[in-house]
């Protein structure tokens, strides 16, 4: 879903507005799935320990914020970071809601 997002967003001109070159947008891409597969370790342990009503409540809240500052992006930089933290809050969502 998200990196649908993110192909609409270059289709509407994301790679022009934010100076994207060469691989840059390839890496903006790959961030979600580099935080996911770094995270995860640390995700397991967290569900473990936190109540699951807490730990969704407020990774569902943080993912929503990082896609809000997604929108506002207006570098490579701020892109990456923000993929990061996405990745990030994701890896921590499907194993709590299954």
């Excluded at 192909?7 to 060469?22: H, I, M």
Aim: proline share 3%; aromatic share 14%.
């Amino acid at each position: 879903m998200i990196d649908a997002q993110l192909g609409y967003g270059n289709v509407f001109g994301l790679s022009t507005d934010t100076g994207l070159v060469g691989n840059q947008y390839s890496l903006v891409s790959t961030m979600n799935a580099i935080a996911q597969l770094a995270w995860q370790p640390f995700s397991s342990y967290l569900i473990v320990r936190v109540p699951a009503r807490h730990l969704m409540t407020f990774m569902v809240f943080a993912w929503g914020t990082a896609q809000a500052c997604m929108a506002v992006s207006t570098s490579f930089h701020a892109l990456v970071a923000t993929r990061f933290l996405l990745g990030l809050f994701e890896a921590c969502c499907l194993p709590v809601f299954s």
